[in-house]
Nanobody
Framework: QVQLVESGGGLVHAGGSLRLSCAASGNISNIHLMNWFRQGPGNYRDLVATITSTNATNYADSVKGRFTISRDNAKNTVYLQMNSLKSEDTAVYYC??????????????WGQGTQVTVSS
């Protein structure tokens, strides 16, 4: 079993900042990709940011220059620093991890989601 626990969501005014965290635990031995997705009301779940095992990053155009993804491999934790937040950033944010278990199985795991609400 692999568990992802997210934290850091909340309510913030436009222009403000939030930092999301997602810690992976359990039967996982090697994390390859760590991602943040988001799903706004009535929308699909979209990829926001990705970070690889070598710390290469990629961002959705809508968040470039405002969001920063990072990871702490010692803690199996991924972060999303969100600055200059806009009302359109309002969504449930999901952590996603692609990794290999202790038994050698490649898996795709999701957090429970954390609500981010940006008031204008």
């Amino acid at each position: 079993q692999v568990q992802l626990v997210e934290s850091g969501g909340g309510l913030v005014h436009a222009g403000g900042s939030l930092r999301l965290s997602c810690a992976a635990s359990g039967n996982i031995s090697n994390i390859h990709l760590m991602n943040w997705f988001r799903q706004g009301p009535g929308n699909y779940r979209d990829l926001v940011a990705t970070i690889t095992s070598t710390n290469a990053t990629n961002y959705a155009d809508s968040v470039k220059g405002r969001f920063t993804i990072s990871r702490d491999n010692a803690k199996n934790t991924v972060y999303l620093q969100m600055n200059s937040l806009k009302s359109e950033d309002t969504a449930v944010y999901y952590c996603n991890v692609v990794g290999t278990t202790v038994g050698g199985l490649l898996g795709d795991y999701w957090g429970q989601g954390t609500q981010v609400t940006v008031s204008s």
